[in-house]
């Protein structure tokens, strides 16, 4: 296990596209890391560098969503899609080069007015150098989060609902998912 003492700081500001359900935006995420290794080796995994355990992140970001759901808690019905992409370099005062693409797709709709299908597909993809802490990873219900990464991931996730009152339902979920790391 590893130690994490970061300091962060993070912005976002979206601005709604006319009267449409289009936000466009920018995040900016800035993380001061320190790593401790908290077990016995004598050398650190091949999977981690000395600079990774002390360093600076600055990433500069672009955001699009498209929010069409009947309801942001419990939807019914509707679309929800994100897109991002995010750039860490020496200009934005990182210590590293890569950049980041994320792409959220969620779709409900109703086969019956108590049956509620979801569907999520979500993709995230890493290019260039970065530490191994921030590699994309799979965020799937009952997988533990960042236990698969690479710089590739897809996630294929469905939810049934069937409301039996408006203050009880049921509800399975099953999903899919992938990683994949490529050497450049």
């Known amino acids: 296990p590893f130690n994490f003492n970061m ?9 709604q596209i006319g009267k449409t359900d289009l936000y466009i935006g920018l995040e900016y995420l800035y993380l001061n890391n320190k790593v401790k290794p ?9 999977f981690v560098e000395d600079r ?4 600076n992140l600055s990433s500069v970001g672009i955001v699009a969503e498209f929010d069409k759901r009947d309801n942001i808690f419990t939807p019914n019905t509707g679309w929800y899609l994100k897109t991002s992409y995010k750039v860490n370099a020496s200009w934005t005062g990182s210590d590293y080069d890569f950049e980041n ?3 959220a797709v969620l779709k409900y709709f109703q086969f019956s007015p108590k049956w509620v299908s979801g569907f999520r597909f979500e993709s995230k993809f890493q290019f260039g150098d970065a530490p191994f802490y ?16 690479g710089n590739q991931t897809y996630v ?16 399975d979920f099953a999903g899919m998912a992938k990683e994949r790391t490529e050497k450049e």
């Open 156 to 171: 294929l996730e469905t939810e049934q609902r069937y409301d039996w009152t408006l203050r009880w339902s049921s509800m």
């Open 101 to 103: 693409l994320n792409l």
């Open 7 to 15: 300091a962060a700081a993070f912005g976002s500001l979206l601005r």
């Open 38 to 46: 908290e077990f016995e080796f004598e050398e650190l995994p091949d």
């Open 134 to 149: 921030m590699e994309p990873f799979i965020s799937l219900r009952g997988v533990p989060v960042a236990k698969y990464q």
């Open 52 to 55: 990774d355990l002390k360093n």
